[in-house]
T-cell receptor
Framework: GAGVSQSPRYKVAKRGQDVALRCDPI?????LFWYQQALGQGPEFLTY????????KSGLPSDRFFAERPEGSVSTLKIQRTQQEDSAVYLC????????????FGDGTRLSIL | EDQVTQSPEALRLQEGESSSLNCSYT??????LFWYRQDPGKGPEFLFT???AGEEKEKERLKATLTKKESFLHITAPKPEDSATYLC?????????FGPGTRLSVLP
């Protein structure tokens, strides 16, 4: 596809379960970003990859959050032992090169923790 | 503290009523300022990038301007389809920080 694709679009999990969210960036894009967006707020940075290297993970809220991009293309954001406060929309974005090029976003995964 | 703020938080306009949205930033070493539009249930859609004070960009009814401390998104003669949340984001160093957004409603 031409754009950034995220799956699933919606995910409901019980507190304590592990979840995995997938991001397929635009083909050829070197940089990949994950954001967390709470209702009515702007996206908040979680982590950044350049190819397969995770260059910045300063925004990950706890060690329960883990992201990978093993082959420099598809990325997975994993949340272990989910908590209710993890409920949010998780957005993925890619850009040809960071930092000054605009990022192109997927439509996000809406995560609800019961 | 480095931060990005946007005002107003929400704005209601009548169709054809022009206005401006503000994005203020207090970061050092700005490398770029970005405007995005976000519709409900969708990811942000890129509109403009501004790199230096004095720069302006235009697209249809939208015009973005940049000074050393803020950016404005001017909307001329808006239509109902311009209703959305408008987000600004700043890149400084390796950081990319979004503001909270302005929710724009354009009434027919």
């Amino acid at each position: 596809g031409a754009g950034v694709s995220q799956s699933p679009r919606y995910k409901v999990a019980k507190r304590g379960q592990d979840v995995a969210l997938r991001c397929d960036p635009i083909s050829g894009h070197v940089s990949l970003f994950w954001y967390q967006q709470a209702l009515g707020q702007g996206p908040e940075f979680l982590t950044y990859f350049q190819n397969e290297a995770q260059l910045d993970k300063s925004g990950l809220p706890s060690d329960r959050f883990f992201a990978e991009r093993p082959e420099g293309s598809v990325s997975t954001l994993k949340i272990q032992r989910t908590q209710q406060e993890d409920s949010a929309v998780y957005l993925c974005a890619s850009s040809p090169l960071h930092p000054v090029e605009p990022q192109h976003f997927g439509d996000g995964t809406r995560l609800s923790i019961l | 503290e480095d931060q990005v703020t946007q005002s107003p938080e929400a704005l209601r306009l009548q169709e054809g009523e022009s206005s401006s949205l503000n994005c203020s930033y207090t970061v050092s070493g700005l490398r770029g300022l970005f405007w995005y539009r976000q519709d409900p249930g969708k990811g942000p859609e890129f509109l403009f990038t501004l790199y230096s004070a004095g720069e302006e960009k235009e697209k249809e009814r939208l015009k973005a301007t940049l000074t050393k401390k803020e950016s404005f998104l001017h909307i001329t003669a808006p239509k109902p389809e311009d209703s959305a949340t408008y987000l600004c984001a700043v890149n400084y160093g390796q950081n990319f920080v979004f503001g909270p957004g302005t929710r724009l409603s354009v009434l027919p």
